[in-house]
């Protein structure tokens, strides 16, 4: 199947500075990709959803402000936590959108563990 | 709302012995359906998916899973389970199409007893 990368694994950060966390789809051009948050033994939940050239689509109880999502280019969405706290610690997940001929699926991304001191 | 409900938040069997997680959606229609699996620290790899035809799937590492309208279920079997197979597993489901906003049960915590 196709490939998702995240970049980085992990980080930690102080309280109040901002986190970029890169989502690329290597071997697929991706027009939609989704953001998640993991809580430690919880589910998925998805914060946004990011469209190449045009503005995110935030769930609701989702800071835009917050968390900044940057969808430039095909293979490539940023996630930016804005002024991060520790209720901001978590693991966070994209997935890429293959679209084309009679494929239709998202492919996950490995993580990326923040941590906010 | 949609829902995706795994009422098992952890089971543990015999490695070897054969394995059942269940899974019951709520929505209107038929959504495509998913299990995922994630190993701990890991993101997801997809198991298997359903979105029409034989409502028997097969996905990858020997599981399978059979979709049951008259029941809105959905739930993941593997006749023979291996110490590798301890992971948390989730089951999902896309409303719209496979690709469209992705709803997650909260999961089901595999361990595997010696």
């Known amino acids: 199947g196709a490939v998702v990368s995240q970049h980085p694994s992990r980080v930690i950060c102080k309280s109040g500075t901002s986190v970029k966390i890169e989502c690329r789809s290597l071997d697929f051009q991706a027009t939609t990709m989704f953001w998640y948050r993991q809580f430690p033994k919880q589910s998925l939940m998805l914060m946004a959803t990011s469209n190449e050239g045009s503005k995110a689509t935030y769930e609701q109880g989702v800071e835009k402000d917050k968390f900044l999502i940057n969808h430039a280019s095909l293979t490539l969405s940023t996630l930016t936590v804005t002024s991060a706290h520790p209720e901001d610690s978590s693991f966070y997940i994209c997935?890429?959108?293959?679209?084309?001929?009679?494929?239709?699926?998202?492919?996950f991304g490995p993580g990326t563990r923040l941590t906010v001191l | 709302a949609q829902s995706v409900t795994q009422p098992d938040i952890h089971i543990t069997v015999s490695e070897g012995a054969s394995l059942e997680l269940r899974c019951n959606y709520s929505y209107g229609a038929t959504p495509y359906l998913f299990w995922y699996v994630q190993s701990p620290g890991q993101g997801l790899q997809l198991l298997l998916k359903?979105?029409?035809?034989?409502?028997l799937v097969q996905g990858i590492k020997g599981f399978e899973a059979e979709f049951k309208r008259s029941q809105s279920s959905f739930n993941l079997r593997k006749p023979s389970v291996h110490w590798s197979d301890a992971a948390e597993y989730f089951c999902?489901?896309?409303?719209?199409?496979?690709?469209?906003?992705?709803?997650f049960g909260s999961g089901t915590r595999l361990s595997i007893r010696p």
């Open positions: 999902a489901v896309a409303p719209y199409s496979s690709a469209s906003k992705i709803i």
């Open positions: 997935s890429a959108r293959q679209l084309g001929g009679n494929t239709d699926t998202q492919y």
């Open positions: 359903y979105f029409s035809g034989d409502t």
